[in-house]
């Protein structure tokens, strides 16, 4: 089971207008001009994480477990052999996913994939003329929360901190079962952290 968690670092408020509301609302965390035609990446002081339930391990604990070395869970960390999270800069093991790696000695995802898909409100273009890029913010990613907007009037536009300009959807990711997996570390600044 899993936890979904939006964190809001900004002082804009996130919510979900009604009940029945399948996107959150996603403000602007800085003021921003933008020219016409001009294209930003605006902040939104937002990140997200998702959480398992199973157990996390320090990596002395991993590694007693795993009969080896705290230097090599760190090495199978970074190569992408074991799931982990940076809490507080130090490096947790997911137990689940360790005793599964041991059991079968390959990778066996256990857990349910999500992405946050970024979309534009109903008024971004029709009444604002700004067009807000479709995105999707993947699982693995820990960086902040941006948004792509271009001006798509002749006139300068100023986006105010606190204005509402996307909205957020989280969905289920079904993946292709016969396409590789190259496993590319990915880097927490998003915007082709996993390569050209």
Not at 138 to 145: K, L
Request: proline share 3%; with cysteine; net charge positive.
């Amino acid at each position: 089971m899993q936890s979904i968690k939006i964190i809001n670092t900004s002082n804009n408020e996130v919510f979900y207008a009604t009940e029945k509301s399948a996107g959150f609302d996603i403000a602007a965390n800085e003021n921003v001009l933008l020219l016409p035609l001009q294209v930003k990446k605006i902040k939104t002081g937002l990140f997200w994480k998702i959480e398992d339930d199973s157990d996390l391990l320090s990596t002395t604990a991993a590694a007693k477990l795993a009969r080896c070395s705290p230097t090599t869970i760190r090495r199978m960390c970074a190569k992408g052999d074991l799931k982990y999270e940076n809490v507080n800069k130090k490096i947790l093991i997911n137990k689940e996913h360790l005793l599964s790696y041991l059991d079968s000695d390959e990778i066996i995802d256990l857990s349910d994939k999500f992405e946050l898909q970024i979309r534009p409100r109903s008024s971004s273009l029709l009444k604002e003329k700004l067009h807000i890029q479709l995105g999707t913010i993947d699982p693995d990613y820990t960086g902040e929360i941006c948004i792509i907007v271009q001006n798509l009037s002749f006139k300068p536009k100023l986006i105010f901190k606190g204005e509402r300009i996307a909205q957020g959807v989280i969905s289920n990711i079904h993946t292709a079962n016969n396409l590789i997996n190259k496993k590319i570390i990915r880097k927490n600044n998003g915007f082709g952290s996993t390569g050209k």
